[in-house]
């Protein structure tokens, strides 16, 4: 774990997607990315566990837009990659971050779900989270949660 610049994790994660994304016609929008936010993080897994998220978001969206933002959410940093797709029910949200989830008609769009697990499973030994929050045909949002630079700085002091 070192320091980590937020802006610098996004850049990696998105800079494959140009072209999915336009022969999709879907909006990219990045907020933030003005923020130097610093973050206390392994790069190479967070970068990993936002091109997850990002790769989900273009499989379940056929129009719209899918927004990354950064931001602080309480105490840590956070990246949040918010899609206009087709969203999830409440027994899909339950079986989200489980390693045997099984989605049934969705599942031809965002796989078996595997990478949601092992990426959660990448943020927690991180002192990281992914939350999730979603409606059935609207969208949903992910946030990944990373500790901050500054937080890590204050407790070895």
């Not at 969203?87 to 339950?94: N, R, V």
């Not at 099984?102 to 595997?114: C, P, Q």
């Not at 990281?128 to 609207?138: H, L, N, P």
């Amino acid at each position: 774990l070192k320091s980590v610049s937020a802006k610098d994790v996004v850049t990696l994660a998105i800079r494959d997607y140009d072209h999915i994304l336009q022969e999709k016609g879907l909006i990219l929008r990045l907020e933030g990315m003005e923020n130097n936010l610093q973050l206390y993080a392994d790069r190479e897994k967070v970068v990993e566990a936002l091109r997850n998220l990002l790769n989900n978001a273009i499989k379940c969206t056929d129009k719209g837009t899918i927004s990354i933002r950064i931001g602080i959410d309480g105490n840590q940093g956070m990246i949040e990659v918010k899609d206009t797709g087709i969203g999830m029910d409440e027994t899909t949200l339950g079986r989200l971050f489980t390693q045997n989830r099984v989605l049934g008609k969705e599942a031809h769009r965002s796989g078996a779900g595997l990478g949601l697990y092992i990426s959660k499973h990448f943020m927690n030994l991180q002192k990281g989270d992914i939350t999730v929050t979603s409606k059935k045909g609207e969208g949903s949002c992910f946030k990944l949660l990373i500790p901050l630079l500054k937080a890590q700085e204050g407790a070895a002091a």
